[in-house]
């Protein structure tokens, strides 16, 4: 197990509705502290944690989140919004209703326009895996392999489910090689960590990694 992997790879993530501004400023100092991916926090802390953070660690926010039915358009001006307040990542829901009404020219022209409000940002998709059939998390990677897209994420970790290793092994085999894999939601193990890892993924999104690590590295000490 190659611990600084796990670590260069950790989205730090505080996404809950009662998080207050101490709760993101100290997890972007353990973020700092570690050297991981990024953090990934609510929009409203987006501005103060990008100015605090100053280029220390990439600063990822959520769009459409987390049900993924807010309209185009506002998932556009969320986005924009969010860049312009510092946001170096973006993670998008998708309109799930529309997958299941096979409404797919509707998702990609989605992706297609919050890509483009990125302006140059990274986008990753969140797909919701919890609440799909595998006929369309296949249909979906195919969308998304086929967009502009950066990376597809599992999940958000507010629905019945999270990251499974079946759907990270579903992803590696029909996404194509242009697109990362984003495993979130339950990851609360280094050896699930490592797996994931070790299966494609190249982002893991949780919040309690960091402090089995520092942990671990005290309890050495």
Not at 205 to 215: H, V, W
């Amino acid at each position: 197990m190659d611990i600084q992997r796990i670590i260069q790879s950790i989205d730090h993530t505080c996404l809950s509705q009662d998080a207050t501004w101490r709760d993101i400023k100290d997890l972007c100092d353990k973020a700092a502290k570690f050297g991981v991916a990024s953090v990934c926090i609510p929009p409203t802390y987006v501005k103060d944690a990008a100015d605090y953070l100053a280029g220390r660690v990439a600063c990822c926010t959520t769009v459409g989140f987390p049900n993924g039915n807010s309209t185009t358009d506002v998932k556009c001006y969320e986005t924009e919004n969010a860049v312009q307040n510092g946001a170096d990542e973006i993670d998008m829901v998708i309109n799930i209703g529309w997958l299941k009404d096979q409404r797919f020219d509707d998702i990609s022209k989605e992706i297609e326009l919050v890509k483009e409000a990125c302006n140059g940002r990274i986008l990753k998709v969140i797909i919701e895996t919890c609440l799909l059939t595998e006929e369309e998390k296949i249909q979906i990677c195919r969308i998304i392999s086929d967009s502009n897209a950066d990376f597809i994420k599992t999940s958000t970790g507010f629905s019945t489910g999270g990251a499974t290793f079946d759907d990270i092994k579903l992803f590696r085999e029909h996404v194509s090689s242009n697109i990362a894999i984003k495993a979130a939601g339950g990851i609360r193990t280094l050896e699930d960590a490592w797996e994931y890892i070790l299966l494609g993924a190249a982002r893991l999104g949780t919040s309690s990694l960091l402090d089995i690590i520092e942990k671990g590295i005290m309890g050495e000490k």
